[in-house]
């Protein structure tokens, strides 16, 4: 399931790369199927990686992947990139707390990563990034 998991967050993530994808001539799913249809396939693969999560009793993957699949389906039906962004986004945030809670020293790791890159990305390039917006 983590790879399902994975591989569906990598697949949403070329709708925010779609425009220049398709700038530089590349063809990716988001780029030939559109977004809707690859916010579908990244919701089918967050609803197999949380039903194998929960026929595994895993609940590190389940439950990142119940949320995720939920405002994804949100963001399918009403066509809204926004919310396909954000599901993504909960989606690496909650499997990053779920696996910190086994290894506590990765959510310090996290925390302080989050804290640079927001400096980061504040100064160098003054736009507030990571963020959960979309």
Same mark, same amino acid.
Do not use: D
């Given at each position: 399931p983590y790879i399902v998991?994975?591989?569906?967050?990598?697949?949403?993530?070329?709708?925010?790369d779609r425009e220049g994808d398709i700038a530089q001539g590349k063809r990716t799913l988001?780029?030939?199927y559109g977004r809707r249809a690859t916010a579908a396939v990244g919701l089918v693969g967050f609803v197999l990686a949380c039903v194998w999560g %929960? @026929?595994?009793?895993d609940l590190?993957?389940?439950?990142p992947a119940a949320v995720s699949t939920v405002v994804l389906a949100a963001g399918v039906v009403v066509g809204s990139a926004a919310l396909t962004v954000r599901a993504n986004k909960y989606a690496i945030f909650l499997l990053s707390v779920a696996?910190?809670?086994f290894f506590p020293v990765y959510l310090f790791i996290i925390a302080v990563y989050? %804290? @640079?890159?927001?400096?980061?990305h504040r100064r160098r390039f003054d736009i507030a990034y990571p963020?959960?917006?979309a």
């Open positions: 998991a994975f591989a569906s967050g990598c697949i949403l993530t070329g709708i925010l988001a780029v030939v %929960l @026929l595994n009793l590190v993957i389940a439950l696996v910190g809670l989050y %804290l @640079l890159a927001r400096w980061y963020s959960f917006g």
